[in-house]
């Protein structure tokens, strides 16, 4: 009798929002306030972007109505010279990926910069992005930017 009782109650619970979550992004700079660097979460809502701890608490906020630009960038860095000696053309190089956020209010405007530790997410994550920003623009009555200049 009891079961019966907690389906009926936990199939009438809200819906939870839809989140997207990247685990493992680094957030690296360009928060004015915010000179360390921190590891987390990054969590893509309906109207913000939080990049979050292992605990689950924010450590930063980003409003998706101040977001003007979303961009990822690959980098590639060539073994050091040790490495190449020892191991020759084995040595490889190490591919890091970046995404940048530009964000802009009255009063402010700000270039947020986060490594992506996941191989081959960082282009999820602008798509994701890109996604939100333009449902908040049509929200709001704001003809979308072109997709080369977000």
């Not at 996941?118 to 798509?127: F, H, L, M, R, S």
């Not at 009555?141 to 997709?147: D, L, Q, T, V």
């Amino acid at each position: 009798m009891r079961l019966p009782l907690l389906i009926l109650v936990l199939g009438i619970s809200a819906p939870a929002s839809a989140q997207d979550m990247f685990p493992n992004v680094e957030y690296i700079g360009g928060k004015a306030g915010m000179e360390d660097q921190k590891k987390g979460t990054l969590l893509i809502g309906e109207s913000d972007i939080k990049l979050v701890d292992k605990k689950g608490k924010a450590l930063l906020s980003i409003p998706v109505q101040t977001i003007t630009e979303v961009s990822n960038s690959t980098e590639r860095k060539d073994a050091g010279l040790v490495k190449k000696a020892a191991f020759g053309i084995f040595a490889g190089s190490k591919r890091e990926d970046f995404i940048v956020i530009s964000t802009q209010t009255e009063t402010d405007a700000e270039g947020l910069v986060f490594k992506v530790h996941e191989k081959n997410t960082a282009p999820g994550i602008v798509a994701k992005l890109r996604f939100r920003l333009s449902k908040v623009q049509a929200a709001s009555g704001i003809e979308p930017a072109r997709r080369d200049s977000i």
